[in-house]
């Protein structure tokens, strides 16, 4: 098992244990008795709220970070050229282009036909 399947495994098994004990302490929570934790009708109650609070809290914190992120990408990244000067320079490459190819067929032409004047 190489390195990062057994980091993928240990993921895998701590998700399903967390998982696991979110939905036994959602629905049983007076299973927590045996950590010292009251099992009166309040204190079921408040654990309950608290299950529910905390992961609602973090993925909100999470949804805003994210939005936080794209903001100040946008923010700070900066605009792209106009199609019509992307268009205007892969033109002029393309003409360059053309001129070079045919300053080569000329010289190209000029080598010939001296090698035919040597050889006559």
Do not use: H
């Not at 204190?43 to 992961?55: E, K």
């Amino acid at each position: 098992m190489s390195k990062d399947q057994a980091i993928g495994a240990a993921i895998f098994i701590v998700c399903i244990v967390v998982a696991i004990g979110y939905l036994v302490t959602l629905f049983y929570p007076n299973w927590l008795s045996v950590f010292g934790v009251g099992t009166d009708a309040a204190s079921l109650q408040n654990i309950r709220f608290w299950v529910i609070a905390v992961p609602v809290f973090i993925a909100f914190v999470a949804i805003m970070f994210i939005g936080a992120w794209i903001g100040w990408t946008m923010a700070t990244t900066p605009p792209p050229k106009p199609i019509e000067e992307i268009t205007t320079e892969i033109e002029e490459k393309k003409e360059e282009a053309k001129e070079e190819v045919a300053k080569d067929l000329t010289s190209a032409e000029e080598k010939l036909s001296e090698k035919k004047k040597t050889l006559k």
